[in-house]
Nanobody, 120 residues
Framework: QVRLVESGGGLVQAGASLELSCVASERTAIRRFMGWLRQAPGKEREYLAAIDWSSGSTHYDDAVKGRFTISRDSRTNTAYLQMTHLSPSATAVYYC?????????????WGQGTQVTVSS
């Protein structure tokens, strides 16, 4: 079954760092772009970062630029999101997604999400 599986979420204090992982079940789950998004309770899904799987080029939303780092390991089909200086506003379910177009919409492949909770 082709799928993405996120892990690494948890409960941390404000100011802490956390690294999320997204493992693709097989190579065919990898698309041109792998991205990370999050959704907080009662809010719309928010784009965070994306990486071009082939070139390694990255793109970030301004809200996380300088604090979050997306990376990938082609050998293990794993994408990462390193997050630093977390604040309570970062509390959300974090999703990774695979997209050929980089749109990260409902037509793309999504993981089940991992919960990140940041306490004050």
């Amino acid at each position: 079954q082709v799928r993405l599986v996120e892990s690494g979420g948890g409960l941390v204090q404000a100011g802490a760092s956390l690294e999320l992982s997204c493992v693709a079940s097989e190579r065919t789950a990898i698309r041109r772009f792998m991205g990370w998004l999050r959704q907080a309770p009662g809010k719309e899904r928010e784009y965070l970062a994306a990486i071009d799987w082939s070139s390694g080029s990255t793109h970030y939303d301004d809200a996380v630029k300088g604090r979050f780092t997306i990376s990938r390991d082609s050998r293990t089909n794993t994408a990462y999101l390193q997050m630093t200086h977390l604040s309570p506003s970062a509390t959300a379910v974090y999703y990774c997604a695979a997209s050929d177009e980089g749109r990260f919409d409902d037509h793309d492949l999504w993981g089940q999400g991992t919960q990140v909770t940041v306490s004050s």
